[in-house]
């Protein structure tokens, strides 16, 4: 934002160049026209009284050059009013601003002689909204009709058609600057003060949506100059369409017009001006033929508009002659070849159209509606008559005095076209024409037509009420010279101006005044939030010292007195500069605001959405907790009675607990609803316990031998598939079958194993027998075979001498039997040590399980492998090899004696090559 130092503008007294007059230091005629004219010299055409704008013409092209300059635009854009130097832009600005802020309707309201600039200030207006919305698209079409205009129908019907046609890209302010450009065509003519004076009143109005984009608008034009059409003063001209039109070749040849104006008696003029006329038809009409496309219009639309335009001129050149043939004053039309071509323009009936225009119905009362002599009658001081010539009196109006010539003034005030003439053009085939001329009344309620003199009360009075609604701006336009002349200041001329524009009170009345003022209640509400204290939502003061708490917090205490007033109701602004302070304030502190907001909301929001979803989840938990409650009482309950039914079970259990049977061999009873398993295990675990309790009272050597019991069980009892029939679990071991009373050579015995004992390393009888062993060439031997922790030794069983080295317990790989009820039993070796067969049942006692248990337990003793011990037939082994040769395994099959065999358990029988039988006893 610019920054301003208002004193310097404010304060300065020599230079007298301010740009808002209230700074004047005295306040005359003289010292505004000054101001403005130093302003003027030095290209400042704009000044301000407060936040109205003064303009003064300069009559050169500056302005338009601004309007294609969107920089300058730009600058104005979202300033506030003291921060810029006064423009109409910054009025439009603040107009616009106004809206949006406070969501009223504004109104910009433009005074000013003719030739002053108030057409140029409106475009300039017009152009400062549209450079804000380049891009809005039209929803409403902006026409130039009048509210009150019969065909305004007809004008909505094309409105829409245009705007089906029309893409919706053009803006609405484009739609209005078109309508403006078609309406000064039509509308606008050269004076005598100003080569483009607009001879109707207008009255723009913008639709705009609470973002301030344009949705529609009208434009209201009021009070034509029709009589402009047939008679001007001199050196003025017709309206510029046209001249316009004379200027496009094709349209004159089309029509068989004449492109020299001075051939039509309504354009033709007696000073010759029209030639002298500085403004381009040519061009201008170029911007027509293009706003007519813009805005959409149809070639049959544009067609019907340059055949009324070529009628109006040829009707100007009717030529009307005395009747002299007929007694009473009656005329007829001479030129009957342009009646015929009118008629043809305007597809209506050429002798209706004659008589319509030679005829003349009058009516009195209208005749009599203004009259001179009332206002005589009145005797009014600002009435004037003539005393030279009585036909004309003079007003004295507030612009000055005015003189009326009545001669004409009756004609000119009557407004409505004669009835005739209305019938005839009801009456066209050309459907546009008709439309504009709808029937009259045919109930035969004839109102007496308007004058001109009320039309314009009417107008003004809408215009007025419509205003009445609007905040009002104003931009009040000074002419600089008559001779439209750039850079030409002429101080009696603008002098006049300021006299009757009333600057001067004005200027003492907004400085004496107050501009602005506010009810409490909303100066409090609009500015509460410049000032902390005020913003605080808890604030509990009244709205009157809040607003005095605003005013504190932003100006200092020397302006507070000076610039705000406190009333009854309302609080008074002096300036527009406090006024703007305030604004600043409030728009500086808007976004700090806009934050707070959103995060009070977004704050509120979370806690709403917390809240909810608290309320769920306690829901949930009381769910769940129910859930809970109900699974644990039922938990509890069975536990309760789970407890008791195993109490009794223990009851039932007692006598498997109890010495010395532990209930053995009864069946258990059943758990009651435990599973299977839990039974089964409960009955391994009692197992468990009561074997415990036997075990427990073994000695060392008792459980040695439980452990090889055990051992025997897994071995041939039934883990594997096969079972050593010939097996008998009851039979104790013995170990050392020779170390007996029942042996006749126990003391050669015990001599030899004496003196085996330190020879090597071997330390206790695992086993000692008499056994019978089969040799390579399968010839049975009775041997003496003792099983040391170490070796296996055959000895002689007569002399107990030793027979070769003993084998190696730890190169036992393997033992293999048969599952048949024989007590043979082949160990063996790891090759070249040959494999052994022996027969362990020479006394009619099983000896195998005891000698393969041994033998198992040992070898894992010494290698901590578990050697197999193989149940199957037939059994093979190979006690033929040593370390050169691998020998021949011997296949031994197994079969029950034919005969029952008393004296021994089994015999082995050779076969042919390497094979034999081994019979043994059937059961009894
Ligand atoms: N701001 C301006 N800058 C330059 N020239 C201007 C400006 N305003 C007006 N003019 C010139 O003055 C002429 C008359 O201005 P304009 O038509 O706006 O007057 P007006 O007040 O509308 O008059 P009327 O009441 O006759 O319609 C314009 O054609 C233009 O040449
Ligand atoms: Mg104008």
Not at 871 to 895: A, C, H, K, M, Q
Request: with cysteine; charged share 25%; hydrophobic share 35%.
């Amino acid at each position: 934002m610019n920054s301003i130092n208002f004193e310097e503008r404010g304060g300065g007294t020599t230079t007298e160049n301010h740009d808002d007059l209230c700074y004047l230091e005295k306040i005359n005629e003289q010292s505004i026209l000054d101001n403005m004219q130093h302003r003027f010299n030095s290209g400042q055409i704009y000044t301000r009284i407060g936040e109205q704008i003064i303009s003064i013409n300069p009559f050169n092209n500056k302005h338009v050059t601004e309007q294609k300059d969107q920089r300058l635009k730009q600058t104005y854009r979202n300033k506030y009013m003291y921060e810029m130097s006064p423009h109409i832009y910054q009025l439009a600005e603040d107009t616009y601003k106004k809206m949006l802020q406070t969501g009223t309707n504004q109104c910009i309201i433009i005074t000013g002689e003719s030739g002053s600039g108030k057409t140029e200030a409106s475009k300039i207006v017009m152009d400062y909204i549209s450079h804000y919305h380049p891009q809005s698209s039209s929803s409403t079409s902006s026409t130039p009709s009048s509210s009150t205009t019969p065909n305004r129908q007809r004008y909505n019907r094309n409105n829409n058609h245009n705007h089906n046609n029309q893409n919706s890209t053009t803006s609405i302010m484009k739609r209005i600057l078109d309508s403006n450009i078609l309406l000064e065509a039509f509308g606008n003519a050269k004076t005598q003060r100003n080569e483009n004076s607009s001879r109707f009143g207008k009255y723009i109005t913008i639709q705009f949506d609470a973002a301030g984009v344009p949705l529609g608008g009208k434009i209201t034009q009021f009070l034509l100059e029709k009589s402009r059409i047939h008679s001007r003063a001199a050196g003025e001209r017709n309206f510029h369409i046209f001249y316009q039109l004379l200027t496009n070749q094709s349209l004159v040849e089309r029509f068989k017009l004449n492109s020299d104006p001075a051939t039509y008696n309504y354009l033709g003029n007696d000073s010759g001006s029209v030639s002298k006329s500085t403004v381009n038809d040519r061009d201008g009409f170029q911007s027509v033929l293009n706003s007519l496309e813009s805005l959409g219009w149809s070639t049959e639309e544009t067609d019907f508009l340059w055949r009324i335009l070529c009628a109006v001129l040829l009707i100007g050149n009717l030529e009307f002659e005395v009747d002299t043939n007929k007694n009473v004053d009656s005329v007829f039309i001479a030129s009957q070849d342009t009646l015929l071509r009118i008629a043809q323009l305007l597809e209506c009936d050429a002798s209706m159209l004659e008589k319509a225009l030679i005829s003349r119905s009058l009516t009195t009362e209208a005749a009599a509606a203004v009259h001179p002599a009332r206002l005589e009658a009145g005797k009014h001081p600002n009435y004037e008559s003539s005393e030279m010539e009585q036909q004309k009196f003079t007003l004295k109006h507030y612009a000055g005095p005015v003189t009326y010539d009545l001669e004409h003034f009756i004609a000119k005030n009557r407004d409505p076209l004669n009835q005739d003439i209305l019938a005839t053009l009801q009456l066209s085939n050309d459907p546009y024409l008709s439309a504009l001329f709808p029937s009259l009344n045919c109930s035969g309620n004839r109102k007496i037509p308007t004058m001109a003199g009320h039309q314009f009360k009417q107008s003004i009075n809408e215009l007025i009420a419509s205003l009445q609604q609007c905040q009002p701006h104003y931009i009040r336009c000074i002419k600089s010279n008559d001779e439209k002349q750039p850079s030409n200041f002429n101080q009696s001329l603008v002098r006049n101006q300021i006299r009757y524009l009333n600057i001067v009170e004005t200027v003492r009345v907004r400085k004496a005044g107050y501009c602005q003022k506010y009810h409490y209640t909303k100066f409090f509400s609009r500015y509460k939030i410049c000032c902390p204290t005020t913003w605080n939502p808890k604030y509990d003061k009244s709205v009157k010292e809040g607003c005095n708490e605003i005013i504190k917090s932003i100006l200092p205490s020397h302006e507070r007195q000076s610039e705000c007033f406190f009333g009854v109701k309302k609080i008074f602004i002096k300036s527009a500069r406090v006024l703007y302070l305030f604004e600043k304030q409030r728009q500086d502190n808007l976004p700090k605001a806009a934050i707070a907001i959103q995060r009070v909301w977004r704050g509120y929001l979370a806690r709403c959405w917390f809240k909810k979803e608290l309320e769920k989840l306690k829901l949930q938990k009381e769910e769940i907790q129910r859930q809970l409650l109900q699974k644990r009482s039922a938990v509890k309950i069975s536990e309760v009675y789970y407890r008791y039914k195993m109490r009794s079970l223990i009851a039932k259990l007692a006598p498997w607990t109890q010495a010395p049977y532990y209930n053995k061999g009864r069946q258990m009873p059943t758990l009651w609803r435990v599973k299977r398993q839990f039974d089964d295990y409960l009955v391994l675990i009692q197992r468990a316990w009561w074997a415990h309790v036997k075990v427990a009272k073994l000695t060392a050597e008792q459980r040695s031998l439980i452990r090889q019991k055990v051992l025997a069980l897994d071995l041939f009892g039934g883990g594997g598939t096969l079972r050593k029939k010939e097996w008998d679990p009851k039979r104790r071991f013995l170990a050392d079958y020779l170390n007996n009373d029942s042996n006749p050579k126990k003391a050669q015995y015990v001599q030899a194993i004496q003196s085996l004992f330190p020879s090597g390393d071997d330390k206790e009888i695992l086993f000692a027998d008499n056994v019978i062993k089969v040799n390579k060439r399968g010839k049975c031997q009775l041997r003496t075979l003792i099983i040391t922790d170490q070796h296996i030794y055959k000895y002689d069983p007569k002399k107990y001498t030793r027979k070769k080295v003993g084998l190696k317990i730890h190169l036992i790989v393997a033992l293999s039997s048969s599952s048949k009820r024989d007590t043979f039993l082949a160990i063996h070796f790891k090759p070249p040590v040959r494999d052994l067969f022996i027969d362990l049942g020479c006394d009619a006692v099983e000896k195998v399980s005891e000698v393969a248990t041994i033998l198992v337990q040992q070898v894992f003793k010494l290698t901590k492998n578990t050697i197999p011990l193989l149940l199957r037939e037939p059994v093979t082994f190979n006690n033929s090899r040593d370390s050169r040769n691998s020998g021949t395994d011997w296949v031994i099959s197994f079969s029950p004696y034919a005969k029952k065999e008393t004296q021994r358990q089994c015999t082995f029988t050779k076969g042919k090559t390497n094979a034999a039988i081994v019979y043994y006893q059937e059961s009894e």
